[in-house]
Structure formats: structure tokens, C-alpha cells
């Protein structure tokens, strides 16, 4: 999914019960709507906003919102009305990368002391509140673009200053050794695939058919034979060999001495 230059919206959905009174979903809407996302706009009008309504169930977090809390360029979180899914949403995107907007309504309930340090824009529900919630989302929006890597919260920050490492998920180390040990030994557990390689290892002549013939029988070895092969450079997705195949598991033919 595509979340370049994208701003997602975290807020309360459903409706929200605060100190007795009941805080409706069309009045959330009606905010969102009227007031937080012309904001965003003014402030920037090439941003794609979204709210998590609409990708997904109310009171639900799926892949997708994780996906936009992760990867979007802009996150803005309104906290004005205490709601576990905010908190909750606003943790993982401080966890992830910067680029996040701590809004909430000047006139609402307090804020809780676990977030009630970490810097916010306060705004007012009026047309005059509108133009500068949008004049102060510009200057943050433009802060990050030119700070693309700058830290906005305290976990960001800890982790440049003690050079904490995250996680990276995706991206798959590659032992050219380690592959063409695994796929030698995938092919030692078949005598008959282990006796053509070894042939041709010694410099026999073996048509390629019949090697493609036995593989055939043996899905799995043929799988990692592949894998290995194509990851290594022996063969590309377009069918041009390089190198032969005994040469990707380390056997190799045997040379006369002079």
C-alpha cells in the first residue's frame, strides 16, 4: 500500500463517554471533518488525509491502520478525549519514526499526566481556531520535511543518543555459503541426485535433461536448488545461466594436472 505523502489522523471514533457526558460519533465526525482535516488541507494541500474509519471497523486495529501508523509521512493525534486506541496508536508511531502532531481542544478535558509533557497544539472549535490550527500544522508539517530524520518524542531521542539499534523486519541476510551448504545437503538425503552431481562434478558429461528429469521428482530439493541459484547469480528469472550447477554447491570439476 502506497502512504507516500500521506497524513494519517488518529482520534476517537466511536462514540466517547468523558465525565459523564456522551461524546457522539457525529460530533467526532463533524470535527474531523469541519475542522481537523480543512486544517490539514490548508496546511498542506498535497497531502492525502485519512482517518481510520475509513480503512477499517470502528474500534478495530487492523493491518492496514498499523500499516498507515508505520509508513505515512504525517501522523496527526488528537488527544483531546482519552481513548485507549489513541494512546495505544500514538505509542506505535513514536516507536516507528517521526513526523507526528500531538493536537487537542483547548476547551477539553484535562490531559493525562503520562502524555501530558510531550509538546501539543491546542486548539478552539471556531473559524478563527481553524486558520490557526492550520497556520501551526504548516510549520510543523514543513519542520519535518526539511528534518526528515530529526527525533520527535523522547523514544527517538533516547534511542539516537544511546545508539539503540531497532528491529528490521523485511530484509533478509543473504550467506552465500550458508545457501549452497543447505541446498549440498538437501541434495545429499537423494543418492540418485547426489550421484549425477558428483558425475558431473568429475567432469562427466551429463545432459542437463536428465539432471532437470530428476530434480522433477524431488520438488523440494529443486526449490532450494533454485533458490540458491538465483540468489547467487548462477541463473536470472530470465533463464540465462552464468555458471553451472555444480559450481553453486562448491563441487567443481576436477582439472588434470600438467
Known amino acids: 500500500m502506497a502512504t507516500s505523502n500521506t497524513c494519517f489522523v ?3 471514533i466511536g462514540d466517547q463517554i468523558v465525565n459523564g457526558e456522551t461524546i457522539s460519533y457525529s460530533l467526532l465526525k463533524q470535527r474531523y471533518d469541519d475542522l481537523i482535516k480543512e486544517a490539514i488541507n490548508k496546511a498542506a494541500p498535497g497531502l492525502e488525509v485519512v482517518r481510520a474509519d475509513e480503512v477499517a471497523l470502528s474500534g ?11 509508513h505515512s509521512d504525517i501522523v496527526i493525534a488528537d488527544v483531546t478525549y482519552p481513548n485507549p486506541n489513541v494512546f495505544y496508536e500514538l505509542g506505535l508511531r513514536h516507536a516507528c519514526k517521526p513526523g507526528t502532531i500531538i493536537i487537542k481542544d483547548k476547551n477539553g478535558p484535562k490531559v493525562p499526566f503520562d502524555i501530558a509533557h510531550l509538546r501539543n497544539i491546542e486548539y478552539e472549535n471556531t473559524p478563527t481556531g481553524l486558520k490557526e490550527l492550520s497556520e501551526n500544522l504548516k510549520r510543523y508539517i514543513e519542520h519535518f520535511a526539511n528534518n526528515p530524520s530529526h527525533p520527535d518524542n523522547h523514544l527517538l531521542e533516547l534511542a539516537k543518543l544511546t545508539g539503540y539499534r531497532f528491529q528490521e523486519y523485511g530484509k533478509e541476510e543473504y550467506d552465500p555459503e550458508e545457501d549452497k551448504i543447505s541446498a549440498f545437503l538437501s541434495v545429499m538425503k537423494h543418492p540418485e541426485l547426489m550421484e549425477i552431481l558428483m558425475k558431473k562434478g568429475s567432469g562427466e558429461d551429463i545432459d542437463n535433461s536428465v539432471m532437470l528429469q530428476s530434480l522433477m521428482k524431488y ?3 529443486a526449490g532450494t536448488l533454485f533458490k540458491t541459484m538465483v540468489r547467487s547469480g548462477e541463473i536470472s528469472l530470465g533463464g540465462t545461466t552464468q555458471r553451472s550447477k555444480p559450481k553453486a554447491l562448491g563441487i567443481k570439476k576436477n582439472k588434470k594436472r600438467r
Open 60 to 70: 478495530t486495529i487492523t493491518s492496514d491502520i498499523l500499516t498507515r501508523i508505520m
Open 219 to 221: 520438488p523440494d530439493v
Open 10 to 12: 488518529i482520534m476517537p
